[in-house]
T-cell receptor, first 116, second 110 residues
C-alpha cells in the first residue's frame, strides 16, 4: 500500500521567503509527527497531531514555524521568513495510534530545504 | 545533556563480524525504546522495538537495561547491506514525543 508521501522533495528558498511543506500520511493513521533533521544529526521532534488536534508543538524552534492538519489527514508545515539555519531535511511520520505503546512510526522520504 | 546519546562511530567492520552499539538515555520516565536504521539520504525505518526482556530478530539482538538506562543493539554475521546509520529512539510514558539519538554509523567492508 501507499506509504507516507511528502512534497516537494527538494526546495530551495531565498532567505526571507515563506515555504510550505506537505505531508500525506498513511490512510487511517491517527498520529502525525514532524521532525527536523540537520546534517549528521538524528531527527529532532517539532510537533505532533492526533487527528486534527495539535497536541504538542513544543519542538517548533520559533514562531516562524506553523503546522496544521485541518481535516485530520494531510498536514502542512509552514516556515515564514526562512533563515539559513532552517536548512535541513523535514521528515513527516505517521502511526496508527496515539501513545498506546510500541506502535511503529512510518516516515516519509522528507523534504530537503536549502535556504540561500 | 541530550535526551539520547550514541557513539557516532563510524564502526568499520569486516563482513561476518559481530558488532555492538550502545545508547544511553537520560530520563528514567522513558517507556518505549526502538532501533531505527537510516540509509544515506533516506528516511529512517524501524529495525526493531526493544522490550524489557530483550528480543531477537534474526541476526539482530536488542537489550534494555532500565537500571543503567541504556539500550544495546548486537548485529551478528554482518552483511555489506547492514552498512547504515543506526538511530536509538526513546519515548516517555504517556507522551507522544520521540527522542532520537544522533545515530551510529556502521560500515561493513568486504
Amino acid at each position: 500500500g501507499a506509504g507516507v508521501s511528502q512534497s516537494p522533495r527538494y526546495k530551495v528558498a531565498k532567505r526571507g521567503q515563506d515555504v510550505a511543506l506537505r505531508c500525506d500520511p498513511i490512510s487511517g493513521h491517527v498520529s502525525l509527527f514532524w521532525y527536523q533533521q540537520a546534517l549528521g544529526q538524528g531527527p529532532e521532534f517539532l510537533t505532533y497531531f492526533q487527528n486534527e488536534a495539535q497536541l504538542d508543538k513544543s519542538g517548533l524552534p520559533s514562531d516562524r514555524f506553523f503546522a496544521e492538519r485541518p481535516e485530520g489527514s494531510v498536514s502542512t508545515l509552514k516556515i515564514q521568513r526562512t533563515q539559513q539555519e532552517d536548512s535541513a531535511v523535514y521528515l513527516c511520520a505517521s502511526s496508527t495510534e496515539g501513545g498506546k505503546g510500541q506502535e511503529t512510526q512510518y516516515f516519509g522520504p522528507g523534504t530537503r530545504l536549502l535556504v540561500l | 545533556r541530550k535526551e539520547v546519546e550514541q557513539d557516532p562511530g563510524p564502526f568499520n567492520v569486516p563482513e561476518g563480524a559481530t558488532v555492538a552499539f550502545n545508547c544511553t538515555y537520560s530520563n528514567s520516565a522513558s517507556q518505549s525504546f526502538f532501533w531505527y536504521r537510516q540509509d544515506c539520504r533516506k528516511e529512517p525505518k524501524l529495525l526493531m522495538s526493544v522490550y524489557s526482556s530483550g528480543n531477537e530478530d534474526g541476526r539482530f539482538t536488542a537489550q534494555l537495561n532500565r537500571a543503567s538506562q541504556y539500550i544495546s543493539l548486537l548485529i551478528r554475521d554482518s552483511k555489506l547491506s547492514d552498512s547504515a546509520t543506526y538511530l536509538c529512539v526513546v519515548r516517555r510514558y504517556n507522551f507522544n514525543k520521540f527522542y532520537f539519538g544522533s545515530g551510529t554509523k556502521l560500515n561493513v567492508k568486504p
